[in-house]
T-cell receptor
């Protein structure tokens, strides 16, 4: 009964490095999302997808890329890491108009 | 104007108190509304959906006011375990789910 699985849980990057945050869900949800949460703040939508092959920008997409080749997977790519991308990243999935199911979060530090 | 706005608080209340939070949204075409609870450094979890007619779950009551474009959450008989951040979530007509900043509640003995 995995739900939404994110990896890695923790990562430290140097400025300019690249990495991919992985997200997989086994609930056959069409909708998937990536959010970031800075300390003391709410969640900001980075990218979202309403189905395989379809992605769209959220509130704060700059510096990130996504792809959705399958229903299950929605990886988030950081191309040139910057200190401003230090944050907690949450992946989530939902049926249309339904409850969001979150992964446990990925804590990223860029030094 | 932000799409979804909440008073960040913190709201400090004694055990047994009644406390209410509001959340305003800017898109009148918004379709679905939710309250989520987030404990420190954890992922948000659904507290309750908000229906047009209002809904209640135990000590929690959620209401929607479409005319004034806000949703509310009322917590009665506050418990220490209610201490958390409460996030309102609004679904836009394009399917995006937008979070408010969150309202922090601290229930004191």
């Amino acid at each position: 009964n995995a739900g939404v699985t994110q990896t890695p849980k923790f990562r430290i990057l140097k400025i300019g490095q690249s990495m991919t945050l992985q997200c997989t869900q086994d609930m056959n949800h069409n909708y998937m999302y990536w959010y970031r949460q800075d300390p003391g703040m709410g969640l900001k939508l980075i990218y979202y997808s309403v189905g395989a092959g379809i992605t769209d920008k959220g509130e704060v997409p700059n510096g990130y890329n996504v792809s959705r080749s399958t229903t299950e997977d929605f990886p988030l790519r950081l191309e040139l890491a910057a200190p401003s991308q230090t944050s907690v990243y949450f992946c989530a999935s939902s049926p249309p108009g339904g409850e969001l199911f979150f992964g446990e979060g990925s804590r990223l530090t860029v030094l | 104007r932000k799409e979804v706005e909440q008073d960040p608080g913190p709201f400090n209340v004694p055990e047994g108190a009644t406390v209410a939070f509001n959340c305003t949204y800017s898109n009148s075409a918004s379709q679905s509304f939710f309250w989520y609870r987030q404990d420190c450094r954890k992922e948000p979890k659904l507290l309750m959906s908000v229906y047009s007619s209002g809904n209640e779950d135990g000590r929690f009551t959620a209401q929607l006011n479409r005319a004034s474009q806000y949703i509310s959450l009322l917590i009665r008989d506050s418990k220490l375990s209610d201490s958390a951040t409460y996030l309102c979530v609004v679904e836009s007509n394009t399917g995006k789910l937008i979070f408010g900043q969150g309202t922090t509640l601290q229930v004191k003995p």
